[in-house]
C-alpha cells in the first residue's frame, strides 16, 4: 500500500485552487474536497467530515502534512496548499478560501488531523520533507473568517475582470463594519454516533466517548455573533455519568445523568445548577451500535464551549466594528463575556 507522492500531492493541491467558485448552495465542505479529489483523479467514497476525521479507507492518517492531504476537524475539511506556510483551502461561510490552520479561530477547533490518500502499491512514492509549521510573520493580516482573505489563481489565469472583481468585493467588505460570524459553512451537526462497529452491546465507556464527542461537535452552534438567541435550546453540560445501559435485540437506552449550570435558550441564558436525567437512544444496523442525541436540545461540552465562544470573541474584538466601537458589537461581546465568565465559574 503506496501514499500519493508530493508531485501528486501538489497536483491535487493545484486542483483545489482551480475551482472557479461556482459553489453549489447545498454543497458543504465535505462534498467539496470529494469533487476536488475526483476531479484530480483520486476517487473513494463521499464520506462526511465527521467520518473523514475519524478514519477513512482510502486515506491513511500522518503526521507531516504535504500539499494535497486532508486536513480535518470534527465537522470541517480541507485541503491543504502549503504546510511551510500552514495554508489550506477549504468552502467557508464567505465562500472558497484560503485559510491559515494556526488561527485563532482554527486553534479554536482543536488539533486537526491529516490525511493522505492511499494509492496502488505499484504507484511510485516520493516522501515529503517533514516541515514544522511557520510562526505567522507580522506582516500576515490574513484572519480566519476574513471575507478579504482571497484564493490567488494560479499564475497565468488573472486577467483584468477577475483583479477588478477582486478589488470591488475588498472595498465592498472594507466600507462597512461586519460583525464576525462563525466562518465556517459547516455541515449539520450529527444527531448519531457509531458506538462500535461490532453487532455486540457497547460498553459503557464507549458510550461515555460516542456522547462526549458528539458534545465537542455541538459547540459549532455557540459560534455565532449571538450566541445567546440558539434556536434550539442549548444545554452545557458541566459533567455528565451513565447510570445504566439497556440494550434488546436490535434497539436500547442510555440513561444518562447530566450536570449543567448554564442553559441557552430563545429568550437568553439560564444561569441555575440543575441535574436532569436524560434518555439516549440506542439502535443496531448493519454498521453496529449507534447512539441518537435527543432531538429536543442540543447537549454542549463545557470546555468546548469554552473554546468555541473564546474564538468568537477574539475575532469580534478585531473586528473594524470593534475598533469603531460599534454599539451592537460592543453589547454582543459584552453578552459574550458574561456567558465565558458563567461557564469558567466552578
Known amino acids: ?12 493541491a493545484a486542483a483545489a485552487l482551480g475551482q472557479d467558485g461556482s459553489v453549489r448552495a447545498s454543497q458543504d465542505c465535505s462534498h ?30 500522518v503526521r507531516h502534512a504535504q500539499a494535497g492531504d486532508l486536513i480535518t476537524w470534527r465537522g470541517h475539511v480541507g485541503i491543504v496548499l502549503d504546510p511551510r506556510q500552514h495554508r489550506f483551502f477549504s468552502l467557508v461561510r464567505s465562500g472558497l478560501q484560503a485559510e491559515d490552520y494556526l488561527s485563532p479561530y482554527w ?37 480566519s473568517g476574513s471575507a478579504t482573505t482571497q484564493v490567488r489563481a494560479k499564475p497565468g489565469k488573472v486577467n483584468a475582470r477577475q483583479a477588478t472583481e477582486d478589488a470591488s468585493l475588498r472595498t465592498k467588505v472594507s466600507a462597512a463594519p461586519v460583525v464576525p460570524e462563525n466562518p ?16 455486540r452491546s457497547p460498553t459503557e465507556a464507549e458510550l461515555f466517548d460516542g456522547v462526549s464527542e458528539l458534545g465537542d461537535a455541538a459547540a459549532s452552534v455557540l459560534r455565532t455573533a449571538q450566541p445567546l438567541s440558539a434556536k434550539t435550546p442549548v444545554v452545557i453540560v458541566d459533567d455528565f455519568r451513565i447510570e445504566r445501559v439497556e ?16 442553559r441557552i435558550a430563545n429568550d437568553g441564558a439560564d444561569f441555575k445548577r440543575k441535574r436532569e ?21 442540543a447537549y454542549v461540552g463545557r470546555d468546548a ?42
Open 107 to 143: 486553534r479554536s477547533r482543536g488539533t486537526p488531523r491529516f490525511y493522505r490518500y492511499v494509492v496502488d502499491s505499484g504507484a511510485s512514492v516520493e516522501t515529503a520533507k517533514n516541515t514544522q509549521p511557520v510562526p505567522p510573520s507580522s506582516n500576515n493580516s490574513s484572519r
Open 247 to 262: 440494550t434488546k435485540r436490535d434497539k436500547g437506552w442510555a440513561h444518562l445523568q447530566i450536570d449543567s449550570h448554564v
Open 305 to 346: 464551549a469554552v473554546r468555541a465562544l473564546s474564538a468568537q470573541l477574539a475575532e469580534m474584538a478585531q473586528s473594524e466594528a470593534a475598533a469603531q466601537h460599534d454599539e451592537t458589537v460592543i453589547g454582543q461581546e459584552a453578552r459574550i463575556a458574561n456567558l465565558l465568565s458563567a461557564l469558567l465559574e466552578k
Open 32 to 61: 467539496l474536497v470529494h469533487q476536488i479529489y475526483s476531479e484530480a483523479g483520486y476517487e473513494y467514497p463521499y464520506a462526511s467530515s465527521f467520518d473523514l476525521y475519524a478514519g477513512h479507507g482510502n486515506f491513511r492518517r
Open 277 to 297: 436525567k436524560v434518555r439516549w437512544e440506542l439502535r443496531r444496523d448493519a454498521s453496529g451500535w449507534v447512539a441518537v442525541a435527543p432531538a429536543e436540545q
Open 1 to 12: 500500500m503506496q501514499l500519493v507522492s508530493a508531485r501528486e500531492g501538489r497536483k491535487i
Open 184 to 199: 465556517v459553512l459547516a455541515e449539520s451537526i450529527p444527531s448519531t454516533i457509531i458506538l462500535t462497529p461490532e453487532q
